[in-house]
């Protein structure tokens, strides 16, 4: 069975920056696309940034110039890396492997930006 684990969430002073990661702990035969989602209380969940396996890019208006996804397509595992957070940014923050028949999801980590 595949997992995804993220890790990198913790609670930071607006301004601040945190680097999410999520590494799939089983076989993926082909991810297409990594992506990270996140969700707010009494939010619906909602894309953040996208990543191809050929390294194209797409992010949410609120983060753009803030936030940048990467990826290790050799170690099955994407990153997001956050700059200048604000509160509102706080929300469990989800990361997805795609394939072209199916979509995987780890737990989610907690970002929290207060002061």
């Known amino acids: 069975q595949v997992q995804l684990v993220e890790s990198g969430g913790d609670l930071v002073q607006p301004g601040g920056s945190l680097r999410l990661s999520c590494a799939a702990s089983?076989?993926?035969?082909?991810?297409?696309?990594m992506a990270w989602h996140r969700q707010a209380p009494g939010k619906e969940r909602e894309l953040v940034a996208t990543i191809t396996r050929r390294g194209s890019t797409n992010y949410a208006d609120s983060v753009k110039g803030r936030f940048t996804i990467s990826r290790d397509n050799a170690k099955n595992t994407v990153y997001l890396q956050m700059n200048s957070l604000k509160p509102e940014d706080t929300a469990i923050y989800y990361c997805d492997f795609r394939t072209s028949v199916s979509a995987y999801w780890g737990q989610g980590t907690q970002v929290t930006v207060s002061s």
């Open positions: 089983g076989s993926i035969s082909s991810v297409n696309a």
